[in-house]
């Protein structure tokens, strides 16, 4: 094959806020694939906080991208050439194709996806990763418990969005935080939260918990952390004993160079914190869901009725065109999106 | 009665490390027990760090003594008199009897112990509180597993080496932490732990992260915390991923400025904690024995016959006489005790 493909690369390393002239938009040969391997054509990509982590070089559970490769991430898309038994040309399939419009897989790195059960963009949001990553950690982590309340920041993307529905039929009182009105609009009217705050209309962390606390007047039993800093400064002091704090990801500190600025909040210094937790019995958990692909099948069997059936609802922005995804990126990072934000690839 | 009794009463919240006019040695009128009621004689009293908090007024798990008011603590004793139908004179008992000669309890709020058993020192250590704290700790929120290293601080004390000498027996590395030559040579000697590295001989984290770095050549699966500041801050980057760390307290913070004061390396702020948590998976929860004292009876049936086989060791430190209690907790909260700290009060 001569056609040409297209590829975001990783151009250098970001410090602070991932700049246009970190990425590159490179074309390259469409690769051929080896034995038991498949081609792809990629018709949507995913856009997902975690590969801001992946373009520095720090200890992380990945290793980083490397200068000049392309950019990692999910996306669906088609198969069009399989030297595979389990994949046809014209099946369509999630895999981690990256930023590319064509990728080369091996064919048990891949997962089919039927394109008349459901919009083949849902396998990238909330049937996807993220989705999943909000269900577990809420279930497994967060153990929620009828009459409790949570707090989820990031409340209208795909991870807080569903953590927040899930715990709402689960008899919990569920407070967002969002960025916006609009986003907090978002929350109580299509997600059913109970209560959204903007987290925007806070000088500070402590203004931020002093409304946190009129909308959680029974404390908070579950803090599913998913942006740390100012969100994560002002709940902490609210957690109620016993309470449960899954962590999945922390995106406003993704910039702050490298995750080692300190807290603005002397309070909540190291000391500080662990006192917290110690002091309340916490429950912290780290975790990373691609630990867990065992509970995949059971969250689908779960969640997939719910969405058929309207109970969970999911929003989703989308970006046209793989040279458009870099802007994309960043614009999500600032909290740009509206929703699970996708680029459309083909 | 008229017969006088004698206690300590808080006299003065400390800043920072207690000082002798912290504590007033009084004498009162031997209390009268009332309905369901039972007078004792305390024999010895135990001394644990967890009293350094109760003697601020911050926010914690439990009410901080009032000024004025006897200084809380666990003791046993010989019961003189009876109002409840489970206690008769001459029996022993364990209670929260504080740090006073004579105390009234209710009788449900003490336990009875067997003077023929076990010497009743056990019950304020190895088969007391300390003790089954390090035991559950480990075994519910470490979950052990052989082949796996453990570190742990206070090595020599009565929960740390609990914890030590009960994940040697389930088949870990085990690597302890203590305060001075004396007391490492006690560790491996007595405690069994397979190395112990002196936190005096280190100028900072960094240093004493080195030799335990060497020490633990296959990373640290279990942190058991117990005392903060800077083996926290060593520990924290050896952590395996999937670790766990059980926290039951945070001595060496204790006495700055309530915990307040941050960790020396920048690389232990906040944010970098909370990146440490997440990108390693760990399991960090905060816990306070006294919630799960249904656990005690399976603690005892399997600690007790370990102690009577000499499987598991236990060392005591005796002060003698009441009055003499603030110096030797001030000297314990500095590591001048060697083992279970208690006072012979009778």
């Known amino acids: 094959m001569t056609e040409q493909m297209y590829r975001v690369a990783l151009a250098s390393r970001p410090t602070g806020a991932p ?3 970190n990425f590159s938009y490179e074309s390259a040969a469409i690769p051929t694939p080896g034995e038991g391997e498949v081609l792809v054509r990629v018709h949507y990509m995913s856009l997902d906080p975690y590969m801001r982590g992946r373009m520095d070089d720090a200890k992380s559970y990945a290793a980083p991208v490397p200068i000049g490769g392309t950019m990692e991430g999910g996306g669906v898309g088609e198969v069009i050439a399989s030297n595979s038994p389990h994949f046809a040309p014209g099946d369509f399939a999630f895999g981690m194709f990256g930023w590319a419009t064509h990728a080369v897989q091996p064919a048990n790195m891949m997962r089919k996806i039927d394109p008349n059960q459901m919009p083949i963009t849902t396998a990238l949001g909330v049937l996807g990763m993220p989705g999943f990553t909000g269900w577990y950690g809420l279930t497994e982590l967060g153990r929620p418990k009828a009459g409790e309340t949570l707090v989820v920041a990031a409340a209208t993307g795909p991870v807080g969005s569903m953590v927040g529905q899930v715990a709402r039929l689960a008899g919990l009182r569920t407070v967002g935080i969002a960025g916006g009105a609009d986003k907090c609009k978002l929350a109580t009217d299509t997600f059913g939260f109970d209560a959204c705050l903007d987290h925007r209309a806070y000088p500070d962390a402590k203004a931020l918990r002093a409304d946190l606390k009129q909308a959680c007047p029974d404390g908070v039993d579950i803090y599913f952390e998913n942006v740390g800093g100012k969100v994560l400064e002002a709940v902490m002091p609210l957690m109620n004993p016993h309470g449960r704090i899954p962590i999945c990801g922390m995106i406003s500190w993704y910039n702050a160079g490298g995750l080692g600025a300190g807290a603005s909040d ?18 912290v958990n780290g975790f990373i869901i691609s630990n867990h692909f065992d509970r995949y099948p059971e969250f689908l069997g779960q969640i997939a009725p719910k969405i058929a ?13 793989l040279e458009n995804a870099p802007q994309a990126f960043m614009s999500m ?3 740009g999106n509206m929703g699970k934000q996708i680029v459309k690839v083909l």
Chains 1, 2 share one sequence.
């Open 309 to 321: 059936s309207g109970e969970i609802r999911y929003v989703e922005d989308i970006a046209e065109g």
């Open 266 to 283: 002397p309070g909540l210094s190291a000391p500080g914190l662990w006192r917290t937790i110690l002091v309340n019995f916490l429950s």
């Open 333 to 335: 990072l600032g909290g």
């Open 19 to 21: 700049e246009a002239d």
